[in-house]
């Protein structure tokens, strides 16, 4: 039987983008690092990302009614160091507006997703979250910031 090291990183050689998770909570902005983000379906426009239920943003995020998922560009790989160590958007010295939905958009990142929660499911030691997609943009064209063998990793050119 593999350990859970082993497993982890045979999981890690396959490259994820990295983004960040954002909802209001009492007038604030809160923020979290994901790389479990996913397209689910185009008809409806669903995606979903995965939260650790260990994690002390746990009731905050499964909680959330709306939520934005914003793509890092792969320069702003210190914004998704910060919000991997605290949730307060503004104190990691992110520049963002509120959506038309209600949730902190990020500038300058690659893509938004503006969502409602549609369901929550369980998967093991994390809860699988599914948003149904409201809006959505892509504020830049660039590189985007790839996460590779528990590492950043830059994208090759075309």
Known sequence: MHQARDFRDALGRFPTGVALVTTMEDGRARA?????????????????????????????????ERFAINVLAADQIFLSGECARQDDLEA????????????????????????????????????????????????????ALVFYKSGYSQPQED
């Open 32 to 64: 979290m690092t994901v790389n479990s983000f996913a397209s689910v379906s185009l008809d409806p426009p669903l995606v979903l990302w995965s939260l650790a239920r260990d994690s002390f943003r746990y009731s905050l995020f499964r909680d959330a």
């Open 92 to 143: 990691s010295g992110a520049a963002w507006d509120l959506g038309a939905g209600g949730a902190p958009l990020v500038q300058d990142t690659v893509a938004r997703f503006e969502c409602i929660r549609e369901a929550i499911y369980p998967g093991g030691d994390h809860d699988i979250i599914v948003g149904r997609v409201t809006g959505f943009d892509a504020p830049r064209d660039a590189p």
